[in-house]
Every structure is written in structure tokens, then in C-alpha cells.
T-cell receptor, first 108, second 114 residues
């Protein structure tokens, strides 16, 4: 089967750096992606890693280690608007399976 | 601007009723998906379709069926709604086999079954 593990909640201070980890067990793995969802909104795509290493997009970076079945999302210079839920997801073939999500609280 | 549109944001139905949730995308995407989202459980895949008239079961298909008669439209059907199907339902689409992991989601349909 497929499963993903990520922390349920993370709290950080505005301006800080936070890392959200994700470990997965899956077959037919193509890549690991990250989504952001604000309360009442739709999930929106943040990043995708198909190969090992770090991908950077502005304040957000995502890392993948295929050998460790592990990845993380790194958010820098946290802003209040980053308070949201973050989901890791694995893609395999046509399917994308999501983790349960990490709720990020950013404090002033 | 890419768009996935779900027909109803909020629905209230009674146990045993037949429920249709409609989803339309304007991006000419081959793949379409239905997820349900529940607190603490994340997004769980119900069904997906990679082509017109094609459908595949996801992780929790029981109690649901789908229809994809046209490329742009993917419908989720609850033949006989039950209270445990009260949830947020999210439709998504993505490009064909160029799976870069990017799904485009609709705004969701919050279904309450009484």
C-alpha cells in the first residue's frame, strides 16, 4: 500500500524558518509534491521533486531523498499569510496520494 | 486562467438520496480526480479517470461511482447517501502522462447528509 507521514502541527514565529518533514511508503513512485491550503480554500500546488536534491522557489524550498523515502518543505522568512495546512503527496502513474497534512501556525 | 469548477459549494441531503457532484475543467486535461477531505485524514482518493469513459478506483471507492462522458466533465455519484459521507469533496485535474505532480483543484463541495 501507500502511506505518507507528516507532523500534524508546527508552530513558528514570523520571520523564522520552518521545516515540514514527510516520509512515505509507496510503489511506482514518480515524485513528491507539496500543496498549501488556507482555511476554506482549495489546495494549491507549491513544488514537485522527481529527483534527489533541493528545489527552490522563492521563499519555499523542497527536498527529496529517494533512498530514504523522505522529503521536506522549507519555508523561510515566515509571514503571517503562511499560516495554512501543507500536504505532501506522492505521484505514481496517474494517481496522486496525499498525506494527512501539517497545520502551520505562524505567530507574531 | 486555468479553472476547475464544481457545481455546488454546499449541499444538504437526506440519507438514502442520490447525490450528483459535478466538476468541469477548462484546461483540456486528460486526468481528473475526486477526493474527499476530512479533518485529520487529509485528502483521500475516491476515483480517478485518465481518459473519457475510463475510470479507476482510488483508495476509498465504496459507496461512490463516477461518470466521464466528456473530457472536461467528471461526475461523482452517491447512489444512496449515508451520514458517513458527510465531507468536503474536491475535484482536481492534471495533464496527461506528463505527471509533474501538479493537480489543479476546484473550490470544493461541502456535503452534509442528514
Amino acid at each position: 500500500g501507500q502511506s505518507l507521514e507528516q507532523p500534524s502541527e508546527v508552530t513558528a514565529v514570523e520571520g523564522a524558518i520552518v521545516q515540514i518533514n514527510c516520509t512515505y511508503q509507496t510503489s511506482g513512485f514518480y515524485g513528491l509534491s507539496w500543496y498549501q491550503q488556507h482555511d476554506g480554500g482549495a489546495p494549491t500546488f507549491l513544488s514537485y521533486n522527481a529527483l534527489d536534491g533541493l528545489e527552490e522557489t522563492g521563499r519555499f524550498s523542497s527536498f527529496l531523498s529517494r533512498s530514504d523515502s523522505y522529503g521536506y518543505l522549507l519555508l523561510q522568512e515566515l509571514q503571517m499569510k503562511d499560516s495554512a495546512s501543507y500536504f505532501c503527496a506522492v505521484s505514481g502513474g496517474f494517481k496522486t496520494i496525499f498525506g494527512a497534512g501539517t497545520r502551520l501556525f505562524v505567530k507574531a | 486562467d486555468v479553472k476547475v469548477t464544481q457545481s455546488s459549494r454546499y449541499l444538504v441531503k437526506r440519507t438514502g438520496e442520490k447525490v450528483f457532484l459535478e466538476c468541469v475543467q477548462d484546461m483540456d486535461h486528460e486526468n481528473m480526480f475526486w477526493y474527499r477531505q476530512d479533518p485529520g485524514l487529509g485528502l483521500r482518493l475516491i476515483y480517478f479517470s485518465y481518459d473519457v469513459k475510463m475510470k479507476e478506483k482510488g483508495d476509498i471507492p465504496e459507496g461512490y461511482s463516477v461518470s466521464r462522458e466528456k473530457k472536461e466533465r467528471f461526475s461523482l455519484i452517491l447512489e444512496s447517501a449515508s451520514t458517513n459521507q458527510t465531507s468536503m469533496y474536491l475535484c482536481a485535474s492534471s495533464r496527461g502522462q506528463d505527471n509533474t505532480g501538479e493537480l489543479f483543484f476546484g473550490e470544493g463541495s461541502r456535503l452534509t447528509v442528514l
